[in-house]
């Protein structure tokens, strides 16, 4: 029998809402930053709906309980130099973009990264029980 099929009369409690990581260290390797359309919502269901583009950036945890899980970081598409997108690029390569600066983060796939998930923070400052990539650290 698969184990991963969902049982109603049997569980246990996710350890957060979203699903996501716990907050915490870990290493992870980067995947991939992926593009996701804007999408228009179901015409029945009014869900699924992606108002703007974004960008998801997906490391797999390498190491420990969550091995194998992935912890990701999205974003708006963006690339102005003071853009959440250039902030993670600029954790991805080791060092700050600037402007005019060049990038290519395929080069970086299968890199190991000290990576800290954490809540995720309102415009007003205060976390929501999302968690997500904050900081991502190039290995040696």
């Known amino acids: 029998m698969d184990n991963k099929v969902f049982n109603p009369m049997k569980g246990v409690v996710a350890e957060s809402n979203s ?13 991939e930053a992926e593009y996701l359309p804007e999408q228009e919502a179901d015409a029945m269901t009014g869900e699924g709906g992606r108002k703007w ?10 190491e420990g309980e969550h091995k194998s899980k992935m912890a990701i970081r999205e974003t708006p598409e963006s690339s102005g130099v003071k853009s959440a997108f250039i902030g993670v690029c600029s954790l991805i390569e080791g060092k700050q973009l600037t402007a005019s600066s060049q990038f290519d983060l395929t080069k970086h796939v299968g890199k190991k990264y000290l990576l800290t998930v954490s809540n995720k923070v309102k415009q007003d400052g205060t976390a929501t029980n ?3 990539v904050s900081n991502a650290m190039p290995m040696p």
């Open 53 to 62: 583009a974004k960008i998801v950036f997906k490391w797999e945890i390498a």
């Open 19 to 31: 699903g996501g990581l716990p907050v915490g260290n870990y290493v992870g390797v980067f995947k």
């Open 130 to 132: 999302w968690t997500h």
